[in-house]
Every structure is written in C-alpha cells, then in structure tokens.
C-alpha cells in the first residue's frame, strides 16, 4: 500500500495559537492616542491580518504629519512593542492549539505558521506556547514584500515545509487570511475567534468555533475534497 502524500496545516498565529485580539486592540488604540489619530475599534476589525506597516502607511499617516516614510519604521516597532507588553501581562493562549499541533504531528502532518506579524511577536507567542521546536517552518511579515492578502506568507511556508500548496490547509480566524489561503491554491479551516462572526468567514472551506474541533482525520478529509 503506497504511503499517503505529505501534507501540512500551516497556522496563523494572531487569533489562532493567541487570543490577541484584546492585545493588538489595546496596543493600536495606545499608539492612535499617542499620535492623536482617530482609530476605532471597527476600523481595526478591518485592518486585523494586515502588516503594521501596511496600516501605518496607509491610515494612520493621512492624519499625522508626523508619519513620513523614514518615521513609520520607529513607529511601527513602538507599536509592536505595546502588543507585546499586553501580551507578556496575560499571554492568552488559545484553547486547544498545543493539543492539535502535538496530534498533527503524531500523524505525521507537517506543522508550519504563517504571519503577518514581526518575528518578535511570532517568537514570543511560540515560546509562551513552549512550541518553538515542535515547529517546522515559521515566517513571518519582515520576510515577504506583502503582507495578507497577499499569498507570499503561506507560499514561502509551504516552500520550507517541503509541501505541495495543494496538499497544505491554512487555518485562520480573519478575511485577509482567507484570501492568502485562497491565492496560495489552498485549503483553509476558519476559526471564529474574538471579534469575529461564521458569516465573515464563510468563504473558508470549513468554519470552527473551537481548535479542538479540528483533527487529523478531518485535515485528511478536507484534502480529498
């Protein structure tokens, strides 16, 4: 009997393997009161999954003067620097995420994450997971021109993993991840976390509420789809 193709699930990790919703909502009305730009909380909805640059860039830098090009650099590292302290205070980790990359890889299933994020966010939530060395390949937004939507991140992902994209499922928990998941010729599992909706995520291929839903058998199973 021939051995089943490889695959692998490759994570966000914002509102996947942490519940950062609260951290990265703090941290960016933090850096908004700062600079005294108007940011609202749906206007972060909107632009959660995005790079910090890409944000910086192209809506906080219409209402501040102080946001030249060689300024967001600064900028964004400060605010980086708020997501972690609210992070460190009370690392939330998400329900399940340890168990299901622990039976992944039991299964023989590549694990891999892919973020938007900067790698010192991406390192610390690894770390505060203790997974850092159970992980396969991890990439993060300083290393892709684009952030999400684009499909860079999960590309460069499956590249290191060694994984064919067709054989890779993505799971997410925002829009600007499923579209990535999409452009990369993927799969994607969506789950509903914090201020998020099933119906916002309806374009994945399969919706969750809670990681522990999600099991080798039905990674297997959403492949032969």
């Known amino acids: 009997m021939l051995a089943s193709p490889t695959a692998a699930v490759i994570f966000d990790v914002d509102g996947v393997l942490v519940d950062s919703y609260n951290a990265h909502r703090n941290g960016w009305m933090r850096l908004a009161n700062e600079l005294g730009v108007p940011y609202s909380e749906p206007e972060f909805l909107r632009d959660f999954g995005r790079t910090a640059r890409e944000v910086l860039t192209e809506v906080f830098a219409p209402h501040c003067a102080l946001l030249t090009p060689d300024k967001i650099p600064e900028v964004e590292a400060r605010k980086e620097a708020l997501y972690r302290e ?130 080798p058998d039905r990674i297997r199973q959403l492949l032969t789809k």
């Open 86 to 215: 609210e992070v460190d205070m009370d690392f939330p980790a998400m329900d399940g995420a340890l168990e299901l990359i622990e039976s992944l890889l039991a299964a023989g299933i590549k694990v891999g994450v892919g973020s938007s994020g900067p790698p010192e966010n991406v390192a610390l939530v690894l770390r505060h997971l203790r997974i850092t060395d159970r992980i396969q390949a991890a990439v993060n937004g300083s290393e892709v021109p684009r952030g999400k939507p684009d499909p860079a991140i999960f590309l460069t992902a499956a590249s290191r993993l060694g994984v064919d994209p067709k054989r890779c499922v993505v799971v997410e928990d925002a829009r600007p991840g499923l579209k990535a998941a999409r452009a990369a010729g993927m799969k994607c599992i969506a789950l509903v976390s914090t201020g998020h909706t099933p119906e916002e995520l309806s374009e994945a291929d399969e919706v969750v509420a809670f990681l522990r839903e999600v099991t």
